[in-house]
T-cell receptor
Framework: RKEVEQDPGPFNVPEGATVAFNCTYS??????FFWYRQDCRKEPKLLMSVYSSGNEDGRFTAQLNRASQYISLLIRDSKLSDSATYLC???????????FGSGTKLNVKP | NAGVTQTPKFQVLKTGQSMTLQCAQDMNHNSMYWYRQDPGMGLRLIYY???????DKGEVPNGYNVSRLNKREFSLRLESAAPSQTSVYFCASSDRRTGGDTQYFGPGTRLTVL
């Protein structure tokens, strides 16, 4: 069983749409949670950390449900520039081990 | 600051050849990591170094060795390359004291083994 699972997509949405990605993780002892963005043939970059209380950064909202071991990312008012692959990342209780989902690809169309 | 740098950017090897991938960071981070990314898959941890002088295996260490040369540099060596090692390799660094849990990645090395 994979440590972190994501729907690979692709999600094809028009500009202005709202889109949601989900992610599940297998280790209930996981400590920290993140969404990273990866553009084609580029390195991953942190989009946002995910906190138990949920957090928002502009058009992006992340939620964590520890009981269900589930993380979500909501993007409102999608822009063409949001087209990328979104990686769900989980850190184990051992600080030095991070597990990556395989990513969800988003294509925002004009 | 350059952040995390990796060399080379591209490499083609023949089966059985050896090579070393170089990584350096100028953020004074304690922890450094090597990942590989294959098509349709997430990043998988090869080796990591929690601090200067220590290294530990990740999920997929077979066929690789690492050296934490100093705080800045963390190299990955393929002793006898195999086609299964064709991948994109990313180096990353982080430091909980200063940057929280954020990992900063280098631009990657695209390796093809024929």
């Amino acid at each position: 069983r994979k440590e972190v699972e994501q729907d690979p997509g692709p999600f094809n949405v028009p500009e202005g749409a709202t889109v949601a990605f989900n992610c599940t993780y297998s280790n209930s002892a996981s400590q920290s949670f993140f969404w990273y963005r990866q553009d084609c043939r580029k390195e991953p970059k942190l989009l946002m950390s995910v906190y138990s209380s949920g957090n928002e950064d502009g058009r992006f909202t992340a939620q964590l449900n520890r009981a269900s071991q589930y993380i979500s990312l909501l993007i409102r008012d999608s822009k063409l520039s949001d087209s990328a692959t979104y990686l769900c990342v989980v850190r184990e209780s051992n600080f030095n081990k991070f597990y990556f989902g395989s990513g969800t690809k988003l294509n925002v169309k004009p | 600051n350059a952040g995390v740098t990796q060399t080379p950017k591209f490499q083609v090897l023949k089966t059985g050849q050896s090579m070393t991938l170089q990584c350096a960071q100028d953020m004074n981070h304690n922890s450094m990591y090597w990942y590989r990314q294959d098509p349709g898959m997430g990043l998988r941890l090869i080796y990591y170094s929690a601090s200067e002088g220590t290294t530990d295996k990740g999920e997929v260490p077979n066929g690789y060795n690492v050296s934490r040369l100093n705080k800045r540099e963390f190299s990955l060596r393929l002793e006898s390359a195999a086609p299964s090692q064709t991948s994109v390799y990313f180096c990353a660094s982080s430091d909980r004291r200063t940057g929280g849990d954020t990992q900063y990645f280098g631009p990657g090395t695209r390796l093809t083994v024929l």
